[in-house]
Structures are given as C-alpha cells and as structure tokens.
C-alpha cells in the first residue's frame, strides 16, 4: 500500500524532494529506504501493535510506511503529552513496541529508536510479504475529552484522496490526526512534498510557504483567522509572497465571513470546505464560497463516498472512507454515525449552529458559543475569541468570551465594540463577561472552550 506508493514514485525520480523542513530535505529515495528497513524489522519482530512517538515528519513517513508494509497496526502518539497522558494512552492501546526519536523511554515498554528500527542490515532476510490490507489507529482530537482511537484502514483512507500531481502540501497539522494523516496521503499519491513549517505560528507558516512554493495548504478556521490577521499587521506576513493554488478548512464551523476574507486575500487560490471527521472520514468536499453545505447532499443516493441525513437537529453520516471501528471494538463500518454536530436547513443550504455538547444553558434558553463567537470575529480588531459558560447562581450559566485582540487596538475600545456587535443576538446569547488574554488554548487547530471556561484571571 504505502510503500508500494513510495516505490512508484522514487522509480519517478527517487532524488525528489518528499519532506521539506528549515533543518533539512529528505528525498523520496532516503524515505524509502529507511521504510524498507522499518518494515523488515517489523515483520520480524511482529508486535501486536506499534505505537510512534516521533517528532520528526520524515522519520515518522518511513515508520508509517514501513509498518503498513509488513502488516503492523499502528498509531501516532502526540509527542507533545507528557509522561503520565502518554503512558496512559500508551496502557489504552495495549502497545508494548514504542518507537521514538525523543529519547524518552515509558517505563514498561519494550523502546527502540528511529535509527535502530530504520537501520538497513542488508540480510537475506529481510525479504518478506507485503501486508494485503493494514491497518492503523488515528487519535480523535480531544477537544471535548480524551481522545479515542479510532481503527482505519489505509485502503479507505487512500480511496479518499483526490488526484492532484505535484503539489506541495503545508503541514499545519499534528500528523497523530486524521488531517495530518490525510496531507502525507496527498503527498505520497500525488508525488507530492510535505513542507513543515518552523512553527505553527502564522508568520513561520507564511515564510514557509513562501520559501518552499507551497501550493496547497489544509487548516483550521482557528488557522487562518489567524493567519489573516497577522497579514494585516504591520509586520505580519504581508511581506510573504504566497503562491498558494488551494486552501483547505475544516475541523470546525466554516463562517461566511472568513470565505469572503481568504477570497480577498489569496484570489488565485481555490477554498475549499471539508467536512470530514476522525470517525467517519472526508465526506464532503464544497468549494462555492458559501457556508455550510448544499442541502442537495441530504438527497444523494447510496453509491457516493458518504450520504448525510439529519435525525433531531444532528448530522449523521454513513462513510465508504470512515473507522473500521474503535480499537478493539468490533467493526461498525457503514453505520450511521452521529456526527454531534447540530444543523440547520435554510433554503437550499445546511448551515451548522453548534455541537451538542457544548451548548451554554442560560436560564433554560440553549446557546451555542458558534453564533457568539461569529458576532465577536465580525468585529474589527478581533484576532480571535471563544464564548463559554460562566457558572452564574441565578441562572446557571451566563455567557462569557475571551478575546485576542490583533496588534494595535485597544481593548477598552474593543470591548464596546464587541458589546455592539453582539446586540443582535438574542439576550441569552450576549457575552456579559468580556477577557482579553495574549493566546487561546487550541487542540489539534481547534479552539479549546473548556480551557477558557476554566481559565483565571481578571476581566477588563
């Protein structure tokens, strides 16, 4: 599977540049070989289950691809837990092969390096059978709990990904996510190069998309709200050149206020909207400008990459391209799975009004923090926000929203402005507490709500 793709493509032009960073080049021909010695020392090994701890992309491309050629199920672990979360989710797994180049060591693990796995020894045998169909486990984002693994297929995934030769893909995303998962995806189908930035500040993004002529970029909402802003800054990212040719959103609300900005500044640029989730995988793909979803796409017959319904306000979605099923569970591929997501159909579109579970209780009245938060970005001056609910002894909860303001706006101004702004939301639903704070927790590009929610500090 993998490897097969990493073959093809270094018989191409094996000196290809596939992952691009500030420290170093790996070619398609380095990769490959280092994902050849992975796989025959797996198969040899043959652990139930693999589980990578690997902060560098080119290292992690050749463990992944070398995994999936002997047949070994594995999962990206985010790097950036610390001891106790990993070897939590490391007990959850039931993963006692753990590859790293951290050097840190879980106590109970058997722990081999990245050079130690992907060390060539040139025995006869190292020869073995590619894997007919592997398997492996993508972590959901834990941005409203711990995140679960999920079990996938790589053959599903690789049916999902769209022909495009030759681009070069900016990795925004933790590559333990599913997003993350489906840019190297893109790159190794399309003969493609993933570039990682220095950083996932906007202005270390802009400089390498920049330096390295990225043509294809996949980020949250949360992502390029911020990035924009630091375009419009004085030194922001305005000096960057950026030859961008696609421009991806997902993982959370897509407002139409942030279509209309990115189409201003990157005219040249396609936008898309994916809607896609761990579990169920990319469902749908929307590029006419518009938030939300086509209302046709609840119509579409069996037969496509997924159909969508709505049941009570949610979102369902049946997947050819989602999980298997989560680890260790049986399988539950082609079921309709609840999204969480709660919707509303306008006309001829679907327009997403919040989650489930993160619906403020204001006296009885439900609030979602997605209408909030669009009322306070349309405001100018606003870098980003996220609204939650504030314990209040009289009517449970009242509404509050923490607020980074863009470079060179006064936050006295900018709180009356946002005051404004938001009088058109109902009563329920205006911010009665306003914080200005210098960042916002995000999770996997998401904003992190329950973090502001339980966040000190004074409110000016």
């Not at 599903?156 to 599913?178: E, H, K, M």
Request: net charge negative; glycine share 10%; with cysteine.
């Amino acid at each position: 599977m993998l490897i097969e793709l990493l073959r093809a493509s270094a018989d191409r032009d094996s000196r290809r540049a596939l992952v691009v960073s500030d420290s170093r080049t790996a070619t398609v021909g380095e990769v490959l070989a280092r994902a050849e010695a992975a796989g025959a020392e797996l198969a040899r090994r043959r652990p139930r289950r693999l589980a990578c701890v690997i902060e560098d992309v080119a290292s992690l491309v050749a463990v992944l691809c070398g995994a999936a050629a002997s047949g070994t199920e594995v999962c990206v672990c985010p790097t950036y837990f610390d001891d106790a979360a990993l070897n939590e989710l490391l007990d959850s797994l039931d993963a006692a092969l753990v590859v790293t180049d951290t050097g840190r060591r879980p106590a109970g693990r058997d722990v081999v390096t990245v050079a130690e796995l992907c060390a060539p020894s040139g025995a006869a045998e190292d020869s073995y059978d590619l894997a007919e169909d592997p398997e492996l486990l993508i972590l959901t984002t834990g941005t409203t709990g711990k995140p679960k693994p999920t079990r996938q297929r790589w053959s599903r995934l690789v049916a999902g990904i769209a022909n495009d030769p030759g681009s070069r893909w900016l990795l925004t995303y933790n590559v333990n996510q599913f997003a993350g998962i489906q840019v190297l995806l893109h790159v190794l189908v399309n003969d493609g190069t993933i570039v990682v930035p220095a950083s996932r500040r906007p202005t270390d993004a802009a400089a390498a998309i920049a330096e390295h002529g990225v043509t294809h970029a996949s980020g949250t909402p949360t992502f390029w709200r911020l990035l924009l802003v630091d375009a419009g800054s004085s030194a922001g990212i305005g000096q960057h050149e950026m030859p961008l040719r696609q421009i991806t959103l997902g993982g959370e609300v897509v407002p139409g206020d942030l279509l209309e900005r990115l189409h201003r500044a990157f005219p040249a640029a396609r936008i898309t909207h994916i809607y896609a989730g761990t579990e169920f995988g990319s469902a749908v793909a929307v590029s006419d400008g518009l938030p939300g979803l086509p209302a046709s796409l609840l119509e579409r017959a069996d037969g496509g990459r997924a159909q969508l319904r709505v049941v009570d306000g949610e979102l369902q979605v049946r997947s050819t391209v989602g999980m298997v099923g989560y680890a260790d569970d049986d399988e539950i591929a082609g079921e309709w799975f609840p999204t969480g997501d709660l919707v509303e159909v306008s006309g001829d579109r679907v327009m997403f009004v919040g989650r489930i579970n993160d619906r403020i209780n204001v006296g009885g009245t439900k609030v979602s923090p997605h209408a909030i938060e669009a009322a306070v970005h349309a405001v100018d001056g606003v870098a980003l926000a996220a609204a939650y609910g504030k314990p209040n002894p009289i009517t449970g909860s009242i509404v509050a929203v923490d607020v980074v303001a863009a470079p060179g706006h006064d936050p006295a101004v900018l709180k009356e402005a946002i005051r404004r702004g938001c009088e058109a939301l109902p009563p329920a639903a205006r911010p009665r507490l306003i914080r200005f704070v210098d960042t916002i927790e995000q999770r996997g590009g998401k904003v992190v709500r329950a973090a502001a929610a339980d966040a000190g500090g004074s409110l000016r």
